[in-house]
């Protein structure tokens, strides 16, 4: 939980809860007077700080989904292209996967390290308008496993959200790890100050992919976060040579669309699979620039032009 201090034992209830500096597992806890007081209970400061540091940037969108594998990091990367393909916008992208960072692999920027500066810590650069942040900079080998409790996650995303000089930035694009845990709890209350303009869900058309999918967007609704729309990826296969359809993930339950339709909530487009993008994800190459033709590169332009125009319309609050 987002309440929980990093020093915490393992069961801490949170620091808001009723039990706090009370239940057994607070036995011995450095913080169990100050919790027991109340005194935790006031907001965080961060929450205050981070709105602040955010002043700069005018849009903020989280890419979720309850289901791992579905293709959220290749979207956010994608995104974060396309919107930086405008010369004159600023893009950041941030990826708060603590424990599975594939953003530095997917954006060609493997072996890169962030550097301090009087302002803070210095995001790396793709191109001069598109900025990246993620744990996968810190670490000394990309095989090196990040064996974090909930406390430190969230500690870390504070100080990406606080501590990162993102600068002048029109859109900000928060990659995260499938669930409904910890690092979407983090996010939520620390850019709740701050306003985030709402969340794009990804789902793969197959009914094992939308049952958690239906979590998250229930997650959204719990937390209050606007949903910006869902996009079922890995909708079809188009033969590059012949061009005729298969279905590769049958949409058993009638897919995303009928989700969309239960839920009513705007389905912002399907993503046909295609070989090539896993290729340039591999290759730290952007799909979208690389085979711009394909079916899959026109379904990624026409959602993303969606998302700007939900951005232009709504500001966030």
Partial sequence: MADVPSDAPEHCPGTSSEQAGKSSACQG?????ICASGAAKAPDPAIEEIRQKMTSVKHKI???S???GVGKSTFSAHLSHALASDDSKEVALLDVDICGPSIPRIMGLEGEQVHQSGSGWSPVYVEDNLAVMSIGFLLS???DAVIWRGPKKNGMIKQFLRDVDWGEVDYLIVDTPPGTSDEHLSIVQYLSGAGIDGAVIITTPQEVSLQDVRKEIRFCKKVKLPIIG???NMSSFVCPKCKNTSQIFPPTTGGAQ???EELNLPLLGRVPLDPRIGKSCDEGKSFLTE????????????????IRDYCSSHSAS
Avoid: F, H, T
Wanted: glycine share 6%.
């Fill in 141 to 143: 080998s990309p095989d």
């Fill in 66 to 68: 309850g289901k791992g």
């Fill in 29 to 33: 806890c450095p913080n169990q007077n």
């Fill in 291 to 306: 085979v711009p033709e394909s079916p899959a590169a026109v379904a990624y332009q026409s959602i993303v032009q969606k």
């Fill in 258 to 260: 009928r989700m969309c």
């Fill in 62 to 64: 989280l890419v979720l």
């Fill in 230 to 232: 869902v996009i079922e």
